[in-house]
T-cell receptor, first 113, second 112 residues
Framework: EDQVTQSPEALRLQEGESSSLNCSYT??????LFWYRQDPGKGPEFLFT???AGEEKEKERLKATLTKKESFLHITAPKPEDSATYLC??????????????FGKGTKLSVKP | ETGVTQTPRHLVMGMTNKKSLKCEQH?????MYWYKQSAKKPLELMFV???????ENNSVPSRFSPECPNSSHLFLHLHTLQPEDSALYLC???????????FGPGTRLTVT
């Protein structure tokens, strides 16, 4: 069964304390892994798409990496405005046909000043 | 601010009411989606439309009825809902079915 698991469920950091969020997945092939940020009361905001193992993408203090079984979202020197829930989603590959996005439950990040 | 808008932002309805949620995208995308987001659960895909044609109905109860009159507008018609249908309903759009999706702010629905 296709599955996406994010850990930890919640993470509290001090401002400037770097850390990583994990997204592990079990899917029938991978046609893309997506990271989103969601603020309370708002819709998810697209951050990154990764397609193949070894790929990395960066945006400000965030860097996403991908292996064959998991993805990491590294947060370097976070600021309070980085506080949000971070969602991971994968798109399976069903014998050449793409599947719909499968989301994890998210990691709620709190950064204290 | 994203290019996907949703109205209303909040909705309280009784179990016998009929209401509709509206979504509009200003991004020139061809695909639109409805998702349900409940507390402590992952986003659940409900419906997918591509070029106005429904391509996915993810075993959603018939009390939810989608409508896509054109590639920019998507509706979700609601009738005789249950309290467990209370959730955040999110609309999204993408250029193609394989592309990243852009979400609206959602409609917070409460069924009393």
């Amino acid at each position: 069964e296709d599955q996406v698991t994010q850990s930890p469920e919640a993470l509290r950091l001090q401002e400037g304390e770097s850390s990583s969020l994990n997204c592990s997945y079990t899917v029938s092939g991978l046609r893309g892994l997506f990271w989103y940020r969601q603020d309370p009361g708002k819709g998810p905001e697209f951050l990154f798409t990764l397609y193949s193992a070894g790929e990395e993408k960066e945006k400000e203090r965030l860097k996403a990496t991908l292996t064959k079984k998991e993805s990491f979202l590294h947060i370097t020197a976070p600021k309070p405005e980085d506080s949000a829930t971070y969602l991971c989603a994968v798109r399976p590959n069903y014998g050449g046909s793409q599947g719909n996005l499968i989301f994890g439950k998210g990691t709620k990040l709190s950064v204290k000043p | 601010e994203t290019g996907v808008t949703q109205t209303p932002r909040h909705l309280v309805m009784g179990m016998t009411n009929k209401k509709s949620l509206k979504c509009e995208q200003h991004l020139g995308h061809n695909a639109m989606y409805w998702y349900k987001q409940s507390a402590k659960k992952p986003l659940e895909l409900m419906f997918v439309y591509n070029f106005k044609e429904q391509t996915e109905n993810n075993s959603v109860p018939s009390r939810f009825s989608p409508e896509c009159p054109n590639s920019s507008h998507l509706f979700l018609h609601l009738h005789t809902l249950q309290p467990e249908d209370s959730a955040l309903y999110l609309c999204a759009s993408s250029q193609g079915l394989a592309d990243e999706q852009y979400f609206g702010p959602g409609t917070r629905l409460t069924v009393t």
